[in-house]
C-alpha cells in the first residue's frame, strides 16, 4: 500500500518476492510455478513497472560475534547456497528448458545484476 502511494504505476519500483524456498513446495504441478515466476497478472496491470519481480531466498539471521554467521563472507556463501538450491528446484519441478526462460528472475544474483545494469544507465 505504501509503495502503490509513492508510485502507483510501479515505474520506479523494483519488485522482489523472498522466501522462494518456503514456497517452492505449494506448487504441485510445473505450470503453476512456472506462472508465478513469470507472473503475467503483474507484468500487465502494471506494464510500466521498472523491473521484476524477482525471486529470493534469503537465510535467515545476524553476522557478528555469537550470531548465527561470524561473518559477512558467511553469509554471502550461504545467500549463494540458497540460490543454487532455489535454480535446481526450479530446474526439477520445471524442466531445464522452460527453466531457462524463468530462471533470469531467481536469484540475488540476477536482481544485483539488474541494479547494476539500471545505475549504469542511469549515468
Known amino acids: 500500500n505504501i509503495v502503490m502511494q509513492a508510485d502507483p504505476q510501479l515505474t520506479r519500483t523494483v519488485l522482489v518476492t523472498t522466501k522462494l524456498d518456503t514456497k517452492l513446495p505449494q506448487f504441485s504441478e510445473p505450470q503453476d510455478l512456472e506462472e508465478f515466476i513469470r ?5 500487465e496491470m502494471f506494464s510500466q513497472m521498472l523491473g521484476g519481480p524477482f525471486f ?3 537465510p535467515s539471521g545476524r553476522v557478528g560475534i555469537s550470531k548465527d554467521f561470524d561473518s559477512n563472507d558467511a553469509f554471502v ?7 543454487r538450491t532455489d535454480r535446481s528446484e526450479v530446474i526439477s519441478r520445471t524442466g531445464p528448458v522452460k527453466a531457462r526462460a524463468l530462471l533470469g528472475h531467481v536469484g540475488v544474483s540476477k536482481l544485483r545484476s539488474f541494479l547494476e545494469a539500471r545505475v549504469e544507465d542511469s549515468y
Open 39 to 43: 507472473a503475467p497478472i503483474v507484468k
Open 56 to 58: 529470493t531466498s534469503v
Open 77 to 83: 556463501r550461504s545467500l549463494q547456497q540458497a540460490e
